[in-house]
């Protein structure tokens, strides 16, 4: 089976930092993915951790830890426009599909 | 450009119709699949292909059914067994299952039961 936890809301200022956590449960591991969907639109691919660690893409940045079963997506710097709802994603059980969780909604304020 | 497309936009549906959602893409992937997403929720994963003329069932595949009898295309038919069909509707694309380098989302369809 697999299940997955994020927070349902977070809420930030402009030019801060924010931190999103992901835990999960799934028979075998695969990899986490984040996607992010701004309100009536469809998601976008964000990060995708294969290994433990930590990527970086411009201000977003992913981390994985494997035997915590637990990442976290960072967003720095951030701006009005990366108001959206984010989500964890990692592959469904037996290497499907990939299984998003219910997502959270980051608010950034001025 | 290559891309994902889904038609129509809004759809709105009789009760006991069966309706039909398209998706093509040209971006010459193998792996496509139909998620449904309800109001302040998450992606709910309807069905998947990983080639040409096979498919799976996801989660909630009752009340639906695919066909990918090419690379290019995977339309999704919400019969009539489908008791809340009113949601938005996003096919993907990928490379691969496991997501390395991101699924494709098309830009949805939003249905409506009338």
């Known amino acids: 089976g697999q299940s997955l936890e994020q927070p349902s809301e977070v809420t930030a200022v402009e030019g801060a930092i924010v931190q999103i956590n992901c835990t999960y449960q799934?028979?075998?591991?695969?990899?986490l993915s984040w996607y992010q969907q701004h309100d009536g639109g469809a998601p976008t691919f964000l990060s995708y951790?294969?290994?433990?660690g930590l990527e970086e893409t411009g201000r977003f940045s992913s981390f994985l830890s494997r035997s915590d079963s637990y990442g976290y997506l960072l967003l720095q710097e951030l701006q009005m426009k990366d108001s959206a709802s984010y989500f964890c994603a990692p592959p469904g059980p037996g290497r499907r599909a990939l299984t998003f969780g219910s997502g959270t909604r980051l608010q950034v304020q001025p | 450009d290559g891309g994902i497309t889904q038609s129509p936009k809004y759809l709105f549906r009789k009760e006991g119709q069966n309706v039909t959602l398209s998706c093509e893409q040209n971006l010459n992937h193998d792996a496509m699949y139909w998620y449904r997403q309800d109001p302040g929720q998450g992606l709910r994963l309807i069905y998947y292909s990983q080639i040409v003329n096979d498919f799976q069932k996801g989660d909630i595949a009752e009340g639906y059914s695919v066909s990918r009898e090419k690379k290019e295309s995977f339309p999704l038919t919400v019969t009539s067994a489908q008791k809340n069909p009113t949601a938005f509707y996003l096919c993907a694309s990928s490379p691969g299952l496991r997501g390395t380098y991101g699924y494709t989302f098309g830009s949805g369809t939003r249905l409506t039961v009338v």
């Open positions: 799934t028979s075998g591991f695969y990899g």
């Open positions: 951790n294969g290994l433990d």
